[in-house]
């Protein structure tokens, strides 16, 4: 039998010379922790959630302590998304060593290929609404009131929200479908995983104002959705691409609720009219029963444009790659 390499880093080195103890501790730990199948592959899922809140509330307390109290409000809630956004990730960083992993295997691969995702997932997700909108326009349900906002606050709102919405699409991107996923599906497959993690997404956006039931499910749609694309794409630009420029649509250009939150700063005034199961009433747009359907459509199109086990279907990365090579402490990948 062959000896586990890492395992032979851990021997007590001869002549007294050799790593201090604390590299054979980093190596143990390690080695114990590469590629656990099962349940095991939850073990840190504990420590991630633990920590993230821990850092969270330490930033906030840190930021809020240093921000003055007359920073407008929709800036105190893009630096909340922020700090969300990044106790998401610090986590997963350190954990992402202990697994001897790339942090980009859960889903975040910093490579240029990231750009072509994104931006794909942009213009699926600005077409898909305004096919959205269109279809309740036929059905009597949506109407525009002309333009909302002139000159320059048209770009200040445009990029401001095109900003707050990159934020909240990494930040929900990440904790529904990065590290929580990629351990929950090593632990029960992939699909479970995913109607799990789309499950807590949904009932997450329940608890917005103005949200119904059917909302919250079509959330959850669309969060099934994204892990789709996810399953596909091989990370999550695509979805992140997709997230963003949807509620960017909702709120900044056409001005239709989000989730059931109406916000300040949109290019039309629109209205919702008729039954809320098909216009959406206060949830918006992901209210409505259409939104299934589109969904569906979608699902397909993307089928057919991402088919499995084409070549360029995972080009952005390795996320839910089991076997990718184990990384050193040095930094350095082996096999």
Same mark, same amino acid.
């Given at each position: ?19 201090? %103890? ?86 975040? %691969? ?98 917005? @104002? ?74 918006? %747009? ?21 088919? @499995? ?15 990718? %090579? ?10």
């Amino acid at each position: 039998m062959v000896p586990d390499p890492d395992l032979r880093k851990q021997a007590a080195p001869e002549g007294g010379g050799g790593a201090s %103890p604390s590299v054979h501790l980093w190596s143990a730990a390690r080695a114990l922790s590469k590629h656990r199948p099962g349940l095991g592959a939850l073990r840190f899922l504990p420590v991630y959630f633990a920590a993230a809140i821990l850092f969270f509330f330490l930033l906030w307390t840190i930021v809020s302590s240093l921000v003055p109290p007359q920073m407008p409000t929709l800036w105190q809630q893009a630096l909340a998304e922020a700090i969300m956004l990044a106790a998401a990730i610090a986590p997963a960083l350190v954990i992402a060593r202990f697994e001897a992993r790339r942090f980009g295997a859960y889903g975040l %691969p910093a490579r240029l290929e990231f750009a072509r995702l994104v931006g794909a997932g942009g213009l699926t997700g600005l077409v898909a609404l305004s096919v959205l909108l269109a279809a309740l326009r036929i059905f009597g349900c949506v109407s525009f009131h002309g333009i909302h906002l002139h000159g320059v606050r048209v770009w200040k709102f445009a990029l401001f929200w095109a900003l707050f919405f990159s934020l909240v699409a990494l930040f929900e991107e990440f904790a529904f479908r990065g590290y929580f996923l990629f351990s929950l599906s090593r632990a029960v497959g992939f699909w479970p995983a995913a109607l799990i993690s789309s499950a807590i997404f949904g009932y997450v956006h329940h608890n917005n @104002r103005g949200e119904t039931w059917l909302g919250a499910l079509g959330a959850a749609a669309i969060g099934f959705f994204f892990s789709f694309t996810i399953r596909r794409c091989g990370n999550l630009w695509f979805a992140v691409g997709m997230h963003a420029s949807w509620n960017w649509g909702q709120t900044f250009l056409y001005g239709v609720p989000d989730s059931g939150m109406l916000e300040p700063g949109h290019l039309f005034q629109a209205s919702l009219y008729g039954p809320s199961w098909l216009s959406g009433g206060t949830v918006g %747009p992901e209210g409505s029963v259409l939104l299934f359907v589109l969904i569906t459509i979608l699902w397909v199109l993307f089928a057919r444009l991402y088919p @499995r086990g084409s070549p360029g279907n995972r080009s952005g990365g390795g996320h839910f790659d089991m076997d990718e %090579p184990a990384i050193s402490p040095s930094g350095d990948y082996h096999q």
